[in-house]
């Protein structure tokens, strides 16, 4: 795969548009969208607040603590920015994301933990080190990944009516490309790898 720009040289033009891709951006950071993933599973796995106990033990590692040490690099001045856009500062957040979810995914095991709330977080493992590997060459989008995961994952777990959530992807792409944070084939790679992960992973764990 090739490498392709960081971000085009152009800057995006402002207006009514922009502003949109930014709230679209911000709405559906992997952060926020692996937060509330995490709890609605562990919410249907047990149905109840038991569940959500579950759901929030997971979302500490799953984003909660990858976060905290993004916002940490750019305060201190090791990151541009809190969605990491540049790809050469994207290896190490990746790789703690990874050390975070491993961990977490260990302690919920032995802790006992619902069978798709494991299933969840192995899959968010997979697709760590998935991006890890192609961040080394490639900025694939991680917004896509995290948006298709979420969509597959949610059809899985609640039936074919959260099919009304698939338009989030193309909206999701849409806001990377309007950014300029990513090019069309990096938004389509991260939907496809994303999807694949979720589907494959959690389907098969759950």
């Known amino acids: 795969m090739g490498g392709g720009a960081e971000r085009t040289a152009t800057v995006p033009r402002p207006g009514p548009a922009l502003r949109l891709a930014r709230l679209v951006t911000e709405l559906t950071a992997p952060a926020v969208l692996v937060s509330v993933l995490v709890l609605a599973v562990g919410w249907q796995s047990s149905r109840g607040a038991r569940g959500l106990g579950w759901g929030l033990l997971a979302a500490l590692f799953v984003s909660g603590i990858p976060f905290a040490y993004i916002v940490g690099g750019v305060r201190r001045g090791r990151l541009t ?20 979810v491993a961990a977490g995914l260990a302690l919920l095991t032995v802790f006992g933990a619902p069978r798709p709330v494991l299933a969840l977080v192995a899959a968010g493992v997979v697709g760590l080190v998935v991006a890890v590997t192609v961040s080394h060459w490639w ?25 009304v959530t698939a338009p989030l992807l193309a909206l999701v792409g849409w806001s990377r490309v309007r950014l300029r944070d990513h090019t069309v084939p990096q938004v389509l790679a991260g939907g496809l790898v994303g999807g694949l992960v979720a589907g494959l992973v959690f389907a098969v764990l759950r």
């Not at 990491?84 to 190490?92: C, D, K, N, Y």
């Not at 957040?93 to 050390?99: D, E, S, Y």
């Not at 900025?139 to 099919?163: E, N, P, Q």
């Open 81 to 100: 920015d809190h969605h990491v856009g540049l790809r050469e500062q994207r290896r190490v957040p990746l790789l703690v994301g990874l050390c975070s």
């Open 139 to 163: 900025k694939m989008s991680i917004h896509s990944a995290v948006a298709a995961g979420t969509v597959v994952i949610l059809v899985i777990t609640f039936g074919a009516r959260l099919l």
